[in-house]
């Protein structure tokens, strides 16, 4: 279990580097658009740069996190009661207490991940940035989705579709057709 953003981003780059001789995207719903975004700075860093960004379910990483919104410390129950408002957990692994038992501890260490996060400021990316959120999403505001604006100098575009905080499930189609206009367009 990894519970550190920088910890984790070291361990993809290193799996990832020899794969990038070509170009790339990334793409990062919730927890894993803040692990793209370290990552493409991190890559960055190397001189190497995605042809896009793609940050989904996500606040901007600058914005400040409220501490009394953190669940990771919370005990068992009222950690999953949490977790299942967002209706991240399907009702299957709810209901198997055995493997809840096996999925908790990644799952609070997921949003240890999120919630110690700090952001440090770097100058923005050149590469264009989108931005997707969940019309219903109780966890992320457009406000918060389109604030990810100031972390590109490139062209920047938001997108809200139906949907939760899971929304890349309940809207899947019309996600990955937005991701294939925005790399169609500018890459083929």
Not at 145 to 169: I, Q, R
Request: hydrophobic share 40%; charged share 25%.
């Amino acid at each position: 279990m990894i519970d550190s953003v920088d910890l984790l981003v070291g361990r993809l780059l290193d799996g990832l580097w020899s794969h990038l001789d070509r170009p790339f995207a990334v793409f990062g719903h919730s927890m894993g658009a803040l692990i793209g975004f370290e990552l493409v700075r991190r890559l960055r860093a190397k001189g190497l740069e995605p042809v896009h960004f793609f940050a989904s379910g996500c606040p901007a990483p600058h914005l400040p996190k409220d501490p009394s919104t953190h669940r990771h410390h919370l005990p068992d129950q009222e950690f999953v009661a949490a977790v299942c408002e967002m209706n991240g957990v399907p009702d299957e692994v709810l209901k198997n207490r055995d493997l809840m038992d096996l999925v908790l501890p990644t799952l609070r260490g997921d949003f240890k991940l999120v919630e110690t996060y700090r952001y440090r400021p770097h100058p923005p990316l050149r590469c264009p940035v989108s931005a997707f959120g969940g019309f219903y999403d109780k966890e992320v505001r457009r406000d918060e989705v389109e604030a990810w604006s100031s972390h590109t100098v490139g062209p920047f575009d938001v997108n809200m579709l139906p949907g939760d905080h899971f929304f890349l499930n309940s809207s899947r189609l019309p996600l990955l057709r937005l991701i294939s206009e925005d790399l169609g367009k500018r890459y083929l």
